[in-house]
């Protein structure tokens, strides 16, 4: 399957036509936020899932009821993925939601309501890395081909939700700061109890150190492969082949120094380092 099959472009970006069809994104421009909404927004593989485990968990003070019996599509909802299953107007506050889109993609209810964002980044040959396995097992995506190629079209943004590098600079540049919180994966993995509490404190959730300590342990990569509720493991074989890579794959920082040959890298690092040039921002790969 092709681009031109698979794929509709959306104020500049790929969208999958299957999960984000147009009478959605309409919907998606015009939805309304409620000031206490809860958004976990990232460039997609870059730890979206393990977010919608643990901002749940904050926000039930450890409770592990929604992540145990909710999928995590359920209990945090992509905006932009149309559902048979919810009706976002009528969850209950304060609701928790996920979104790929870049910043200018926003809908103006966004800008106006100015809910609580936290924007999580990794690094991007990991990110990468983490989506050549993905392009490779799910059906809704056009198959990655060689890794040279798919390379290209990912430094190109000629993937969904585009560019990597848009993406990350368009949250970096957003107006008013002081309503995101930006976290990376790799502070996460180096250290997740000070994540989570960084979070709670975010969130102005006040917790105890104790289930602090609890909801990191259930949020770990190994604990977090045996929840059936976010390790996509009833969605069909037809959809996500997870016989060709797992969804919860590896979990660790630095697999593209497995993934790229020495070549890619440095053109890789060529790429970035032009198109980060004007960027303030530290990151701790860098
Ligand atoms: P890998 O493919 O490198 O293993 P997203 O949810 O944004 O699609 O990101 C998926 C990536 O996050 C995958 O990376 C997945 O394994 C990783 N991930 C999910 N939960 C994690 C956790 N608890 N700890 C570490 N990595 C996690």
């Not at 460039?43 to 485990?53: A, F, L």
């Not at 509490?197 to 990569?221: H, M, P, W, Y």
């Amino acid at each position: 399957m092709t681009e031109a099959e698979l794929y509709t472009l959306y104020k500049g970006v790929y969208m999958l036509s299957s999960l984000h069809p147009p009478d959605h994104l309409k919907y998606y421009e015009e939805f309304c936020f409620r000031p206490d909404d809860i958004i976990i927004a990232t460039y997609p593989k870059s730890g979206t899932t393990w977010m919608q485990e643990i901002v749940p968990l904050v926000m039930s003070g450890g409770d592990p009821a929604s992540v145990e019996t909710l999928p995590n599509w359920q209990r945090v909802p992509w905006l932009e993925v149309q559902s048979a299953e919810l009706i976002l107007e009528q969850m209950p506050s304060p609701r928790m939601f996920a979104t790929h889109y870049q910043y200018n993609m926003m809908p103006t209810s966004f800008s106006e309501v100015k809910p609580k964002v936290i924007y999580v980044m990794r690094n991007p040959k990991d990110v990468f890395t983490s989506a050549f396995h993905y392009y490779g097992m799910a059906s809704f995506t056009v198959p990655p081909g060689p890794q040279s190629d798919f390379l290209h079209k990912f430094l190109d943004g000629k993937v969904m939700f585009g560019s990597w590098f848009d993406h990350v600079k368009s949250w970096l540049n957003a107006e008013d700061k002081e309503h995101i919180m930006y976290i990376s994966y790799e502070e996460m993995k180096m250290d997740l109890k000070d994540s989570v509490s960084r979070i709670s404190q975010f969130l102005e959730k006040s917790l105890d150190t104790e289930v602090v300590g609890k909801i990191a342990n259930r949020c770990l990569f190994k604990n977090m492969k045996k929840n059936s509720m976010s390790n996509y493991s009833s969605v069909p074989r037809e959809i996500m082949d997870q016989t060709k890579s797992e969804f919860l794959r590896k979990g660790i920082v630095g697999d593209w120094k497995n993934q790229l040959s020495a070549a890619e890298a440095e053109y890789f690092n060529a790429v970035y380092k032009d198109k980060m040039k004007d960027v303030k921002y530290k990151f701790v790969w860098d």
